[in-house]
């Protein structure tokens, strides 16, 4: 069974920084692509960010380019995601998502 558990999340101030941490477990987690998704309130899910299996390949939402940066340790099945420069519009429930899968989600909030 898929299991993902997001970590990380919490209240920054605009300019700052998080790193969020999304544990697997139940699956190869080295033969997936993996993702990051977030929702913000009253929104729907938005696509945040993308990793290829071995780490090699990423890709990023317009909005979050430059100042994102996935990546991931097959050797403890974890998935990262570093956020710099955070802004209030970043403020969202993040997800890591494999397939159609997701986990429970870790709260950012961006305000001063």
């Known amino acids: 069974e898929v299991h993902l558990v997001e970590s990380g999340g919490g209240l920054v101030q605009p300019g700052g920084s998080l790193r969020l941490s999304c544990a697997a477990s139940?699956?190869?987690?080295?033969?997936?692509?993996m993702s990051w998704v977030r929702q913000a309130p009253g929104k729907g899910l938005e696509w945040v960010s993308r990793?290829?299996?071995?780490?090699?390949?990423?890709s990023y939402a317009d909005s979050v380019k430059g100042r994102f940066t996935i990546s991931r340790d097959n050797t403890k099945n974890t998935l990262y995601l570093q956020m710099n420069s955070l802004k209030p519009e970043d403020t969202a429930v993040y997800y890591c998502?494999?397939?159609?899968?997701r986990g429970q989600g870790t709260q950012v909030t961006v305000s001063s």
């Open positions: 998502a494999v397939d159609d899968r």
């Open positions: 139940g699956f190869s987690f080295s033969r997936y692509f």
């Open positions: 990793i290829s299996s071995g780490g090699v390949s990423t």
